[in-house]
């Protein structure tokens, strides 16, 4: 007996040293809450009712017709092709990888060189150059025969080849002459030539075989004009390599940054597309869907 009366001072003990709590749960009331639960119901029902209502009304005369149109839907036909007239196709991609490693080993490497040099130092080559080039200008607009474009651009030559100290300073942009190069290529274009097949031009990149023909004849026309004895001669190689290397200094593009198995397929493309927007922009016609009228649009 005493054992057990041991026994139970022990149990009671461990029990008097934990603390002991009651929860009291909340009062259970079914009906308040199946009531709560109706008139939510019925809100929500409500609440449909008057959207489902308002979506069925027809719209009324007035209405319809403050209604924006939509623009027409683009249908797959109306997409152009991603094929490119390229019959020259084996060599324009071997000289297009001989660019990539060229541009990779020499041209990047000096860019960069070139970009650490002091910025006003770039600013003033850049618009020298710039500045040489508006005889070319000059000249192709007015062949062109858009002759304000031709003004602007001999009134851009004269200001910054006086005022402007041979073209360092572009002082003719604060006069509003805003600089618009253009080429023979652009004049070819405008008299109705087609840009032909797909050109990648050594050294130079994407064009096309009208590109690549006025970009020959702005370089000679630059040699028989011979302005200040610079295109010809020592000078003139070193003039055409400080030019070569400011312009890629000024182009953001890598060869295959993209990582793409697809990236000439993509360049031509694209290079040709913008011919043809910009051959449209000259004689404000509508962009044609084929990259060349002379062969099937599926070939």
Known sequence: MRRWASWLALLLGGCASQTVQFHRLPPETPAADNAADIAKEETLMAAAATVAKM?????????????????????????????????????????????????????????????????????????????????????????????????????????????????????????????????????????????????????????TLRGGIGLAADYGTSYLINVADLYRGAQSWALGTVNAVDQRANIDFRYYSTGSPFEYETIRFLFVRKQLIEDAGLHKAAVPAKSNPNIPAGE
């Open 55 to 207: 979506a069925s009304r027809e719209p009324t005369a007035g209405a319809e017709s403050a209604k924006p149109e939509l623009p027409p839907r683009v249908m797959p036909a109306d997409a152009p092709p991603l094929t490119t007239y390229d019959p020259w196709g084996r060599l324009n991609r071997f000289t297009y990888r001989f660019n990539a490693r060229f541009d990779e080993a020499v041209f990047v490497p000096v860019a960069d060189g070139y970009r650490h040099l002091p910025s006003p130092a770039r600013t003033g080559v850049h618009n020298f150059f710039g500045n040489l080039a508006e005889i070319d200008s000059i000249i192709n607009y007015t062949l062109q025969g858009r002759l304000g474009r031709g003004v602007r651009s001999l009134g851009r030559f004269a200001v910054n080849s006086t005022l402007g100290i041979g073209g360092l300073f572009d002082v003719a942009v604060k006069w509003q002459l805003v600089r618009a190069p253009t080429g023979f290529g652009t004049t070819l274009a405008k008299w109705g030539m087609h840009p032909g097949p797909f050109l990648v031009i050594p050294l130079y990149g994407p064009s």
